[in-house]
């Protein structure tokens, strides 16, 4: 696994085992911006607020009671390997026929 991979299940795991994700823990490791180093996760973070699928607090990236139930469609936000790929455009089209005011 290259060093992207691992900082990348890092941040998935915590997602996954604990429905948050400090955004701040992220510079603090790795001394760099998590928006600099994930290409186009305003936008992906901007869907999912959309979607009713987190909300954030004080800089916590946190899932509402909807977005545990899709636990893994916020954590693929982070993994490269399946951002934009059918499956994750479809689970997205799902989360819209369940929260129709995301829209």
Do not use: W
């Amino acid at each position: 696994m290259s060093e992207d991979d691992l900082i990348r299940r890092r941040i998935i795991m915590q997602i996954i085992l604990y429905a948050q994700y400090a955004l701040d823990d992220f510079e603090a490791e790795y001394g760099m911006c998590i928006f600099k180093y994930f290409e186009n996760l305003r936008r992906d973070i901007d869907k999912l607020i959309i979607d009713g699928l987190i909300y954030f607090n004080n800089n916590i990236m946190l899932a509402t009671p909807l977005g545990r139930y899709y636990i893994y469609h916020i954590a693929k936000a982070f993994d490269k390997y399946t951002v934009g790929r059918k499956h994750y455009i479809r689970t997205h089209a799902a989360v819209k026929m369940l929260n129709p005011k995301s829209v």
